[in-house]
């Protein structure tokens, strides 16, 4: 047919005319054409490949043609075949189960490539294959017909041996040793319907990115593979009936042979616009712990919701198992619902990425009663599917799974594995099987899915060395040594490599109890870097840290917890657990707190260290005062470096440092150093032997070309350092470049508690608009002092060879923190506050010296609110580090401490209603003259919420709130529009005050569209 046309010329053999001679064909079922019009031609009821060129009158048997039978020099009834570059022809041979090769110019036999033993469905057999398709690597992949699959087999394995005899006139070839294929499509033997079955697959071809198409001749459909992809998708299916072949043509469409409906199909190649492309984030590296790991005791819930059973996206119902890929998404076991559940990070809904939701079942798209998991770094799962007795191999984004361990039944066979709830897959994807019901602990290496091997127990129910008592869960270390939580035992026993009994490494034999060198049956196991082993105790609700070699646990996380089967560490350290019967996830994070009170100056202790910030690493930079040095603290380790300040004793070169206070790191490892003795900034490169001076370094002195005693800096995007110079009362700028001399921005008139004035400022911080933020120590306040305000006057006179700088009308700032010169540990108080940051929305957050707290103030709050408080001992320094966790350094505690950031669950948040618009009044307006009481009660004088003592006031917000000013009970009332029941919105004591959160006799009140009120406080002669 020529291209366009539906009249088709007879090229090869003659119409309705079978025969023999070599310009007949007899039931054709295969060509393949080569770019200059020469067909191959696979003639089956002739038993013969015809070579044949358009405009020939016949062909040349280049295949076969000695009829049908097993000999080489022979082919069976074949219904597929392909010529590679080289012109050699394979061929499919269906009744002899069997692909042969004819090399190019050998007509004589063909050489065994695939199949030859007999029809069946082992690895060394084909069943009827159809179609076969040869690779540039010569792969060859062959469609199993009969057995619903494809098989590839590779080339070079098979050792062929020629035997020529003459008997009979005839000379007979015979092959030793055919290789064995693999299956990469298809289910074998199992036809289907499903995404990864096939139902009598017939033809096969590729296209030029190597993914793989078929024919599924029952299923009426075209399947495509991606190479490694574990199910088909179909591209092509609907009105075809009984479809046989197919290719492509020269512009990409898909041309089928629909065969029972004798015709040829074409379905066009279409290429959608190219849709934006999600790139995966990067892997995230699991931080190591420190050695002096704690973990904090208030939990957070990270998936599921606490005794609430279901099966929607953020419920769960009796989960087993957790674990975390790459980027930190977990996995959850949601055993009773037959499913896992991926919830990303931050996230409280999950999505189902294997078994489907409430459906129990034994296909590979369903799970029955999962219990454990482990999940590759890439995502890919390896399920322990219990109730089913086997486990799956399954990739997020697979519609199912694949056995790669037992799936053959319950049982005590290595073909079997019983009922178990653990499982470990080593970085070689050996999966270890802890079987519970067997008592033993059985490997399956990984691409034998046939059978394990025993590598602990085995020997029944016991207590002795060699035997193991319901074992759970397991953890192989990098010796395949294996870590066993035997937990009929109440014990851990380690197997060594090729060992035939263990030993117990923690727990008592047989022994139950709540003792801290007891465990009651114990489940779940995890190691850390420092081989410290994690036991989940099961009925103490706890989990155990076993140091090597101690003979008693510590117990580092335990909660009111309800049946808690699995526990994991995530990425960052945190412990991770399965609190099965509360139907949650919770998670106790991490904390490194340094060693508290132990002064040193080795790399791992600190003398008073005084303020630390990050690299973009994630590396601590510490200032440890009293050692005069830096020192730098690679994520997660405990062990510092010095990196700037060499001289332990202090000194005044450039190599040393003299009681530094202060530093801040660029993200690329630059530090800026507040040298505090030597009264100078250095800028410092991470190894370099000394650094750079870049403000001061004149002596302790009030000009500008000086800094006096100083305790806070901070440097700009642009580089330009700020300085708080706690002894001349005052902020100086330093631009970048400029060494010579500061100019004044906040303060610079001398102590004092005015507007204009500083008194011991300590820390400093700039936001995008140039605005300072000034830790006024002295004053127990933060001060914002706006740039541009500011007249500069410059005054350079040579007097002694020294240049002055002075500067005029310096601006006054604001107070947006504390109380001022009003020290205390009420919420808008500070005592001596020292360092001062700023989160992503604005948020202020201030140490808080004398109350050893942190304080968390939201922009234009008259109050903070405390975020961090406990054990700490004169705490000055504050940062965030990347992940959002507040680090502090706890001075006089010597250590420096780390806060976890916890994102509660977002709880139901009450929207407030659209501010009313007020209603105009009518020209004719006149009032009921019927009154009626909407708060308080008549003559009926309270301080109760319905209540009211003497009310002198009465205003009303945007929203239709009422406030009232309840002048004897010395407070504000908020009523709700429609409701008696009020609540007290300002002056909480019920009784006369003068603190700031006291009101005494209140006599007025304005309230503005927000909410925000002005109150006249009559006897503290003031309004608020």
């Not at 159809?130 to 098989?151: E, P």
């Not at 590396?619 to 332990?648: C, E, M, W």
Request: charged share 10%; glycine share 12%.
């Amino acid at each position: 047919f020529t291209l366009g046309s539906n009249a088709g010329v007879t090229i090869a053999g003659s119409s309705g005319s079978a025969g023999n001679s070599r310009s007949q064909l007899y039931n054709p079922s295969k060509i393949f054409v080569s770019p200059n019009q020469t067909m191959y031609i696979l003639d089956t009821t002739n038993y013969r490949v015809l070579k044949w060129t358009v405009g020939d009158t016949l062909g040349y048997v280049v295949a076969g043609g000695n009829g049908n039978g097993g000999a080489f020099t022979q082919i069976g009834v074949s219904y597929g075949i392909f010529v590679d570059a080289q012109y050699n022809i394979y061929i499919s041979e269906q009744s002899n189960h069997r692909v042969t090769k004819w090399l190019n110019g050998n007509t004589t036999a063909g050489v065994l490539v695939a199949g030859g033993n007999g029809a069946g469905s082992t690895a060394d057999k084909l069943n009827s294959p159809w179609g076969v398709y040869v690779n540039v690597n010569g792969t060859i992949f062959v469609v199993d017909c009969g057995n619903h699959r494809v098989q590839t087999w590779n080339p070079g394995n098979k050792t062929f041996i020629f035997i020529a005899c003459y008997l009979m006139s005839e000379t007979y070839y015979h092959t030793k040793g055919a290789s064995v294929g693999s299956t990469v499509a298809g289910s074998t033997s199992n036809p289907g319907s499903w995404s990864y079955q096939f139902n009598s697959p017939t033809s096969i071809t590729f296209d030029p990115y190597g993914y793989m198409y078929v024919v599924d001749y029952n299923n009426a459909r075209i399947q495509r593979w991606y190479p490694g992809a574990s199910y088909g998708t179909t591209v092509a299916s609907g009105t075809m009936n009984l479809p046989i072949g197919l290719t492509f043509d020269r512009l990409g469409n898909l041309v089928i042979a629909d065969t029972s409906n004798q015709r040829i199909i074409s379905y066009s190649l279409v290429c959608p616009v190219s849709t934006t492309t999600t790139i995966a984030p990067p892997m995230l590296t699991t931080t190591p712990l420190c050695s002096t790991s704690v973990w904090n005791q208030t939990i957070s819930i990270i998936a599921g919701s606490t005794s609430n059973t279901g099966s929607t996206s953020t419920s769960l119902y009796n989960p087993y198992d957790i674990d975390f890929d790459g980027y930190n998404n977990l996995y959850v076991v949601d055993c009773y619902n037959h499913r896992i559940q991926r919830f990303q990070p931050g996230s409280l809904t999950g999505s189902t990425v294997a078994g489907v939701t409430g459906s129990a079942g034994s296909s590979r798209s369903q799970l029955y009663y999962p219990t454990s998991i482990s999940v590759t770094k890439n995502e890919t799962m390896f399920i322990m599917d219990t109730s089913n007795y086997r486990v799956l191999r399954w990739t997020v984004g697979d519609t199912l799974g694949y056995v790669v361990a037992g799936g053959n039944g319950n049982g005590g066979a290595f073909t079997q594995i019983g009922a178990s709830y653990a499982l470990f897959v080593d970085a070689q994807y050996n999966i270890y099987i802890s079987e519970q019901s067997n008592h033993r602990v059985t490997k399956w290496l990984n691409g034998n899915t046939t059978a394990g091997v025993l590598v602990a127990g085995g020997n029944g129910a016991g207590s002795t060395p060699d035997k193991l008592n319901s074992p759970w869960g397991i953890y192989v270390d990098n010796t395949s040594g294996i870590y066993i939580v035997d937990r009929g035992n109440h014990r851990v026993q380690y197997w060594s490599y090729g060992a035939s009994f263990g030993s117990t490494v923690a727990g008592s034999t047989g022994v139950s109890g709540p003792w801290s060198y007891q465990f009651n049956s114990p489940t779940s196991i995890t190691l850390d870097s420092y081989g410290y082993l994690y036991i989940m105790d099961f009925n103490n609700q706890r989990v155990q840290k076993w140091l090597p070699g101690a003979n008693f646990g510590v117990t580092v996380a335990t909660t009111n917890m309800n049946n808690p089967y699995g526990m994991t560490m995530n990425p960052f350290g945190n412990i991770v657990v399965a609190d099965s019967s509360y139907q949650r996830i919770i998670s106790f994070a991490l904390m490194c707190p340094g060693s508290i009170s132990a002064v040193g100056s080795t790399s791992t202790l600190l003398s008073s260290p005084y303020d630390m910030d990050f690299d973009e690493y994630g590396n601590l930079y510490v200032v440890d005062f009293n050692n005069h040095r830096i020192q730098k603290y690679p994520l997660g380790i405990p062990t510092g470096t010095t990196v700037a300040g060499y001289s332990i004793g202090g000194g005044s070169s450039r190599a040393e440092l003299y009681y530094p206070s202060a530093i801040a790191v660029k993200p690329n490892g630059t530090m800026f150093i507040l040298d505090r003795s030597n009264f100078r900034v250095l800028q410092w490169q991470t190894g370099d032997t000394l650094g750079y001076v870049v403000a001061g370094g004149n002596g302790n002195g009030g000009a500008f070309t000086q800094i006096g005693v100083s305790y806070g800096i901070f440097v700009d995007a642009q580089y330009n350092i700020y300085i708080s110079e706690q002894s001349n009362h005052r902020v100086t700028k330093w631009l970048n470049g400029n060494t010579t001399a500061g100019v004044l921005v906040a303060g610079g008139n001398g102590a004092g508690s005015t507007a204009d004035k500083l008194n011991s400022p300590w820390g400093v911080y700039v936001n995008v608009n140039g605005t300072i933020f000034v830790v006024d120590c002295g004053n127990h306040r933060v001060q914002t002092w706006n740039p541009g305000n500011k007249t500069f006057i410059f005054i350079a006179c040579y007097l002694m060879s020294e240049t002055y700088y002075h500067t005029k009308g310096a601006s006054v700032g604001s107070t947006v923190a504390g109380s001022t010169s009003n020290p205390g540990s009420w919420s808008y108080q500070f005592n001596s506050p020292t360092s001062i940051t700023f989160d992503p929305y604005g948020y202020m957050y201030v140490v808080d010296y004398n109350n050893a707290r942190i304080q968390r103030w939201y922009p234009g709050a008259s109050y903070g609110t405390t975020v961090a408080s406990g054990t700490m001992n004169l705490p000055i320094g504050l940062r965030f580090d990347r992940l959002g966790n507040l680090v502090v350094a706890d001075t006089s505690n010597q250590r420096i401490i780390s806060y976890s950031l916890v994102c509660p669950a977002s709880t139901t948040t009450t929207i407030s209603p659209t501010p009313q618009s007020r209603i105009p009044l009518c020209s004719t307006a006149v009032w009921n003259a019927t009154a009626t009481t909407v708060a308080g009660a008549i003559s009926s004088a309270g301080s109760t919420s319905t209540l009211l003592s003497s009310p002198y006031d009465v205003q009303f917000d945007g929203y239709g709130y009422m406030y009232v000013v309840d002048y004897n009970n010395h407070r504000i009332q908020r009523f709700q529009s429609g409701s008696n029941v009020g609540t007290t919105v300002a002056g909480f004591n019920l009784a006369s005050g003068s603190g700031r959160s006291e009101l005494y006799n209140p006599s007025a009140i304005y309230v503005d569209s927000t909410g925000a009120m002005y109150i006249l406080d009559t006897y503290n002669y003031r309004v608020l």
